[in-house]
């Protein structure tokens, strides 16, 4: 199983142009989620999509877009990039089991971006 | 806003020493997990305790939570280089879709 993959690793977009990023899990998850991560800090929640079918904003939706394409896919996107985008994005996914669930999450490699 | 604070920020130790990472919240959780990051991956989850648990073990790993004081430890016995890493904990609560709500992270350096 290759748990969660992400593409592209790396981005360099000038100010204005526009680009989707693409997230795909092979392990049956029902919730996926998209997180951007600044540096000195930890992780924020752009989006998530509880289940096939559904999005819902995170803290931080604001110049985000998501696709929830199956339940395999997920995909994010900056339809006018900004500077204060620039970031490294992380997408997951998590699965439940037993009565109360699980929750870990299973992170991809994350997508490194510089908006110019 | 973040959630989770850790503390402390960045934590330096020789092989073979043990680490004790703090974190704090400030919503109660339904529960709260610990990930490690090496520089420039994904984050790997460690370990999760319920808010009715009190302590939990994996391996080298030992997870208190006192949810009186919204408060949780990450103890790493015997440090190795390997665990050279940044350590980050995260909570879920009630409603939330398993949304996870992350701290700044401690850095850890481990010196051979």
């Known amino acids: 199983n290759a748990g969660v993959t992400q593409t592209p690793k790396f981005q360099v977009l000038k100010t204005g142009q526009s680009m989707t990023l693409q997230c795909a899990q092979d392990m049956n998850h029902n919730s996926m989620y998209w997180y951007r991560q600044d540096p000195g800090m930890g992780l924020r929640l752009i989006y998530y999509?509880?289940?096939?079918?559904?999005?819902d904003k995170g803290e931080v939706p604001n110049g985000y877009n998501v696709s929830r394409l199956n339940k395999r896919e997920f995909s994010l996107r900056l339809e006018s990039a900004a500077p204060s985008q620039t970031s490294v994005y992380f997408c997951?996914?998590?699965?439940?089991?037993?009565?109360?669930?699980?929750?870990?999450?299973?992170f991809g490699p994350g997508t490194r971006l510089t908006v110019t | 806003s973040q959630q989770g604070e850790e503390d402390p920020q960045a934590l330096s130790i020789q092989e073979g020493e043990n680490a004790t990472m703090n974190c704090s919240y400030k919503?109660?959780?339904?529960?709260l997990q610990w990930y490690r990051q090496n520089s420039g991956r994904g984050l790997v989850h460690l370990i999760l305790?319920?808010?009715?648990?009190r302590e939990k073990h994996s391996g080298r790993l030992r997870v208190t939570l006192d949810t009186s004081k919204k408060s949780s430890s990450l103890l790493i016995t015997a440090s190795r280089a390997a665990d050279t890493a940044s350590y980050f904990c995260a909570t879920t609560h009630s409603g939330g879709y398993n949304k996870l709500i992350f701290g700044a992270g401690t850095r850890l350096a481990v010196h051979p």
């Open positions: 305790i319920r808010s009715n648990e």
């Open positions: 997951a996914s998590t699965g439940t089991s037993g009565i109360r669930g699980s929750y870990e999450q299973y």
């Open positions: 919503t109660s959780i339904n529960n």
């Open positions: 999509s509880a289940s096939e079918g559904t999005t």
